[in-house]
């Protein structure tokens, strides 16, 4: 049997399950977690933006990865 936890709506990934749902909102709270512990100690904008960037990206990969892996498959044409 095949999970399926994510629609693919052209570039993105809407969860359709309370999996994908709890995935996103775990990812949501951890890069905002990250942004609040970084903004902190950061004495610039872009100090806060280049000590995001490797959290936030990785973090969205991550979930890109499993969406994309626990998504309905298309079907060939041919």
Do not use: Q
């Not at 999996?19 to 709270?29: K, M, P, R, V």
């Not at 979930?63 to 298309?74: R, V, Y």
């Amino acid at each position: 049997m095949e999970t399926i936890w994510f629609k693919k709506k052209g570039l993105l990934f809407i969860p359709i399950s309370l999996i994908g749902i709890i995935l996103y909102l775990f990812t949501l709270a951890f890069c905002i977690n990250v942004f609040i512990a970084i903004d902190r100690h950061s004495h610039s904008n872009s100090d806060t933006l280049y000590g995001i960037f490797p959290f936030v990206v990785s973090a969205f990969t991550i979930l890109f990865w499993i969406a994309a892996n626990t998504s309905e498959k298309e079907k060939d044409i041919n």
